[in-house]
């Protein structure tokens, strides 16, 4: 209904296309010989898109969405990246997360899409410019305290 929202619909069995036309209430797409079964169905996608899309426009997205889910079929809104962050389902897999900046603040952000058995599950926040720089060169670089104190205080280190 609204301008450039989307849904997307996935029927694989002819079980889910059905319960598609049960959910819009057109069981006459059933009888459509352009819609008889997938390969019709495929030969026609321009027809079946014109359909289809002529029912989800008269609805809301996450009305549509709402009734095809009710009707087993798998349907979810297309989000914009600005509609990503408040989505419930997101939030409820935790998916959308919280990380505290020094400088910042607290960030709401979109975390991984799955679940990993080890590892992965750690967030932490950006580091500040310079912050390891101590680390690198002492660690990784293998330079003295001392190495370290007079590049700092000759202000190389800024």
């Given at each position: 209904?609204?301008?450039?929202?989307?849904?997307?619909?996935?029927?694989?069995?002819?079980?889910?296309?059905?319960?598609?036309c049960r959910a819009a209430g057109h069981a006459d797409w059933r009888e459509d010989p352009?819609?008889?079964?997938?390969?019709?169905?495929?030969?026609?996608?321009?027809?079946?898109?014109?359909?289809v899309g002529a029912w989800t426009q008269t609805m809301e997205v996450r009305h549509v969405t709402e009734l095809l889910q009710a009707h087993g079929v798998a349907a979810g809104p297309v989000l914009r990246t600005d509609e990503l962050l408040d989505d419930e389902q997101l939030q409820s897999l935790g998916v959308v997360i919280e990380t505290e900046h020094p400088v910042a603040g607290v960030r709401r952000?979109?975390?991984?899409?799955?679940?990993?058995?080890k590892g992965g599950g750690e967030y932490r926040r950006a580091p500040l410019l310079g912050e390891h720089t101590?680390?690198?060169?002492?660690t990784l670089l293998g330079l003295s305290d001392s190495e370290y104190a007079r590049l700092e205080k000759e202000e190389v280190l800024r």
């Open positions: 209904r609204d301008d450039d929202t989307w849904i997307a619909i996935s029927t694989h069995t002819e079980d889910d296309w059905h319960a598609l352009r819609f008889a079964d997938a390969e019709s169905r495929r030969s026609n996608v321009n027809a079946l898109d014109q359909t952000q979109l975390g991984l899409p799955w679940r990993m058995e101590r680390e690198v060169l002492t």
